[in-house]
């Protein structure tokens, strides 16, 4: 697979609409330490990297891409909240 159909689109959009409104609705409190969280979050970043390949190989190039946007959304996130001291803005989104 190597488009994006519009039904795909659609229903990754519909998606993260349902998951936005249930985060913003259900304001969380945070349960793990900065270790935890750490290693929470290298977990799923490599998870799905390791994703990706997989797709990649299946050469389902679509589901490949969205992995690695996965990724890296996670690493973004892990930025953002300081649990990588990171300071490259062409890498992560941050100043």
């Not at 609409?17 to 935890?36: H, I, T, W, Y």
Request: hydrophobic letters at 40%.
């Amino acid at each position: 697979m190597d488009k994006i159909t519009s039904e795909k689109l659609n229903k990754y959009f519909n998606i993260t609409k349902k998951a936005l409104e249930q985060a913003k609705n259900n304001k969380g409190s945070f349960s793990v330490n900065e270790d935890e969280a750490y290693d929470d979050f290298i977990d799923m970043i490599t998870r799905y990297v390791e994703d990706a390949k997989h797709f990649q190989e299946k050469n389902d190039i679509v589901t490949a891409f969205a992995a690695l946007n996965y990724a890296h959304g996670w690493l973004d996130a892990g930025a953002r909240l300081g649990l990588f001291n990171v300071n490259d803005n062409s890498l992560f989104t941050v100043d």
